[in-house]
Every structure is written in C-alpha cells, then in structure tokens.
C-alpha cells in the first residue's frame, strides 16, 4: 500500500452504496459489485444496472487487469493535481470485464502501454480513505 501523506485532492464521499467498497479499500481489498444473472457491474450502485434487482453483493476482485486505454496529463492547474504532473489517466479492464477510471502509478508515465498487465495498489488519502490506483504488475 502506498502512502501519500499530504492528499491534497478532492476526496470522495461515502454513502451508504459505497461504504462497502470503502471500508475494504482501507483494508487493501478492491471490491466490485455482482448480480447473479447479469455479472458484474462498476461504479457501486444499489441496485443492478442491467435488471434492476437490489439483490447485489460485494465480491473481492482479483486486483488484476489491463490498461484498456490512457492519456498523459502534463498540464492541470487544479490543486492537489498540478503537483503531480505528468501524471496517467487510464481507463483499466479489470480480469472480471468492468473498466474503471484510476491513476496509473509507481512508473514512468512514458511506459505505460495499452494492453499494459496492471494490479491494484492503495493510496492512504486520509486515516478513513484509501483510494484505489494501479501500477505495472
């Protein structure tokens, strides 16, 4: 787990769909949501987006995946990311097909690849919140 000790970016807010997701982020579990007959589903939701059902449960993901596809940012005037520059913005299928919008880190911006094998990582933002990022595996 990296330790970022001055987070300086917007931080998320917990409500009661994503408790879940963020109570296991601060133990290093990266978790996604599964609807029986329709699979799983990314961003955490109360219900199922493909039939609705509220009958849903939290599975822990591999951690694993591919850069499907990013961009580097070398310009962002906003604080808490203009300290970061250049930084990677990737769009990650994790092994169980959803895609998710996360940070590329712990490498040189200029070798990350499409196709590129990534596995999670956890960045301390606060003592309550760990956010989810992803690094060469």
Known sequence: MVNQSQWKKPLPTITGETRKFWDAARKGHLM??????????????????????KEIDYVEAKGTGKVWTYTITYQNRTPGFNE????????????EGVKLFTNIINCDPKSVTIGMDVKVTFVQATNQIHVPMFEPL
């Not at 007959?37 to 939701?45: A, I, L, N």
Request: proline share 9%; with cysteine; hydrophobic share 30%.
């Open 32 to 53: 996604i949501q599964h609807c029986e007959p329709c699979g799983y589903q990314w961003y955490p939701r109360g219900f199922c987006s493909g039939c609705w059902s």
């Open 84 to 95: 970061e520059v250049p930084y990677v913005l990737a769009l990650v299928e994790l092994d």
